[in-house]
Nanobody
Framework: QVQLVESGGGLVQAGGSLRLSCAAS????????VGWFRQVPGKEREFVAR????????LYGNSVKGRCTISKDNAKNTVYLQMNSLKPEDTAVYYC??????????????????WGQGTQVTVSS
């Protein structure tokens, strides 16, 4: 079974940038897509972005549209999330996850089957 490991989180000032990575280990990505979500304590997990592993079909959540770019490197089994113009409200734990099939909602965490442990992003004002 694939394991997902996120990295790249940290503390950044408002207006700054971070690039998160989601690396698959154990075996290569074999799912339909990989998505990024974020969560703050006491709130539901929020959809950030999704990319298909074969067709480069990309979807962004409304809260990050225009500020984030999701990309993939199939040779490295890694999916990236470039985040620019960060705001304090972007502070959260960011998770990546695999979406096994096409015909489920990309923004619903229940559509994803394997999750990483998360990486903390903190944006100071």
């Amino acid at each position: 079974q694939v394991q997902l490991v996120e990295s790249g989180g940290g503390l950044v000032q408002a207006g700054g940038s971070l690039r998160l990575s989601c690396a698959a280990s154990g075996r290569t990505f074999r799912s339909y897509a990989v998505g990024w979500f974020r969560q703050v304590p006491g709130k539901e997990r929020e959809f950030v972005a999704r990319i298909t592993l074969s067709g480069d079909n990309i979807l962004y959540g409304n809260s990050v549209k225009g500020r984030c770019t999701i990309s993939k490197d199939n040779a490295k089994n890694t999916v990236y999330l470039q985040m620019n113009s960060l705001k304090p409200e972007d502070t959260a734990v960011y998770y990546c996850a695999t979406k096994p099939v096409l015909y489920t909602s990309s923004s619903d965490p229940k559509s994803y089957d394997t999750w990483g442990q998360g990486t903390q992003v903190t944006v100071s004002s």
